[in-house]
């Protein structure tokens, strides 16, 4: 898996600490000393391989609405059968959190499908399932957000369900504890206008695991 490093721009960054540390009910600002836990950076769980496509834009002709999709190839080489349900969450540099699938029109989907000419890609709802075992019984995948706002240059999507590794985490002042997953974490950015980039693929800059 390509591993790409570039400095993180400091407005989105900031604004995804708040946001996992509100779902989480923890305080934004934590003791220096009491760092989140970090995955491994090799498999100590069972992972799926997860072969990412490209991030783009696309404009529906009929209703001049945008909407941002994303490809990718889900492969199972563990010991057992998986079940795969995806959890693509896309975050802007707006304050959007956008979940695939949601309010997203089927003729959508289709059109999306039918100018990537792939009929063998599997919408949100679709690939949900049985993951068998090896190559031969790989999936592809369509996942598909509304752009509400096209004037954003940061963008953050994090691919849940790849990895069976989980931390176990507890609050500072409730004692509650919470289990976190390993999660992948691809950020891109968008120079320039969004509107103007339709259907090429935005910029990859930074490729990590999380623990979310």
């Given at each position: 898996m390509?591993?790409?490093v570039r400095p993180r721009r400091p407005v989105l960054a900031a604004m995804l600490v708040a946001a996992v540390a509100a779902l989480a009910g923890f305080p934004a600002s934590r003791p220096a000393d009491a760092?989140?836990?970090?995955p491994s950076p090799f498999p100590v769980r069972w992972e799926l391989d997860f072969d990412a496509g490209p991030l783009r834009l696309?404009?529906?002709?009929?209703?001049?609405?945008?909407?941002?999709?994303?490809?990718?190839?889900?492969?199972?080489?563990?010991?057992?059968?998986?079940?795969?349900?995806?959890?693509?969450?896309?975050y802007t540099d707006a304050g959007e959190i956008l979940d695939s699938g949601d309010a997203v029109p089927t003729?959508?989907?289709e059109a999306i499908r039918g100018l990537l000419g792939d009929e063998l890609l599997e919408t949100q709802s679709e690939i949900i399932g049985d993951l068998l075992q090896g190559p031969e019984h790989a999936r592809d995948g369509l996942a598909v957000w509304p752009a509400g706002d096209l004037a954003v240059n940061e963008l953050t999507l994090f691919v849940g369900g790849i990895s069976g590794e989980t931390a176990?985490?507890?609050?500072?002042?409730?004692?509650?504890?919470?289990i976190l997953r390993k999660t992948l974490q691809r950020d891109y950015l968008v120079p320039g206008a969004a509107d103007t980039r339709l259907n090429q693929p935005?910029?990859?800059v930074e490729e990590r695991w999380v623990m979310r």
């Open positions: 390509q591993h790409l760092g989140p836990p970090q696309y404009l529906d002709p009929a209703e001049q609405t945008a909407w941002w999709y994303f490809t990718y190839q889900i492969t199972n080489r563990t010991q057992r059968d998986r079940v795969w349900a995806p959890d693509l969450v896309l003729r959508i989907t176990r985490v507890r609050h500072p002042r409730t004692g509650q504890q919470f935005i910029e990859l």
